[in-house]
């Protein structure tokens, strides 16, 4: 496979660095997005000392704000090479706070989760859309478990990510585009779950599973690297469950 050009939001940690890993390790060439211009670059010296110079390069951005959407975009196909061959959007998270039982409280998380979800997706796949290799390009969204269970606002957005797949993929199908998402279940070793992720926390989640063990960062990455290859052709408007049988196929 020749190297591709792979765009990973949420790129600097977690699930994001995973699948960038992946792909540097392939040797395609890789743009990592996100807020943390530290966390950004830290995450591509590392992947430039494994891989080479030249394997990733990255651009902070709020990609809720229309704005920095389109300045990232300019930054990543201002050269000789349009194209983008992957559009993983990782970037999000439950950013909603415990609300007080107003109704404000309760608008705003779900405002919240609407912008680092949705919105996230959503404009950065949009922006990049007219610049996706026509046949052959690759869409991932990244979905959860949580779509199908909640919790409610977190829940919801993640709902909205499949959604949008399911239309991507009727829109771009033709083009010879496909487009998919990846719904994890509990995976350890990222900064999603914060403070909450004490020891009691981890051994609910995971005794929810059949397998009796954590997601990790490298599992759902494979997936989505499955998701991103030749011989993914046939797969579109899917949505992939990762969650060591916590929630069952449906």
Do not use: C
Request: no cysteine.
């Amino acid at each position: 496979m020749s190297r591709r050009r792979v765009v990973v939001s949420g790129g600097g940690t977690g699930i994001g660095l995973a699948a960038a890993e992946v792909f540097a390790a392939d040797g395609d060439q890789v743009v990592l997005l996100g807020r943390r211009e530290d966390v950004l670059r830290k995450a591509a010296d590392g992947l430039n000392a494994a891989q080479g110079e030249g394997a990733a390069s990255w651009y902070a951005a709020d990609l809720a704000v229309p704005e920095q959407v389109s300045a990232a975009v300019e930054f990543i196909t201002a050269n000789d090479n349009p194209y983008v061959d992957v559009v993983v959007a990782n970037a999000g998270g439950n950013v909603a706070a415990s609300h007080d039982g107003t109704l404000e409280s309760v608008a705003d998380g779900y405002r919240r989760n609407f912008e680092a979800n949705v919105l996230t997706a959503v404009l950065l796949t949009e922006g990049l859309l007219p610049h996706v290799r026509r046949p052959g390009g690759r869409i991932i969204q990244l979905s959860s478990i949580a779509s199908l269970r909640g919790p409610g606002s977190y829940g919801g957005s993640k709902g909205w990510v499949n959604t949008y797949t399911y239309d991507l993929a009727q829109r771009v199908g033709g083009d010879g585009i496909t487009a998919n998402a990846v719904a994890p279940g509990f995976v350890g070793d990222t900064e999603f779950f914060g403070d909450r992720a004490t020891e009691e926390f981890v051994r609910s989640r995971v005794a929810q599973t059949l397998t009796k063990q954590p997601g990790r960062p490298s599992e759902i990455a494979a997936a989505i690297r499955y998701l991103a290859s030749p011989e993914a052709a046939y797969v579109t408007g899917q949505l992939l469950h990762i969650n060591g049988g916590a929630a069952l196929g449906r």
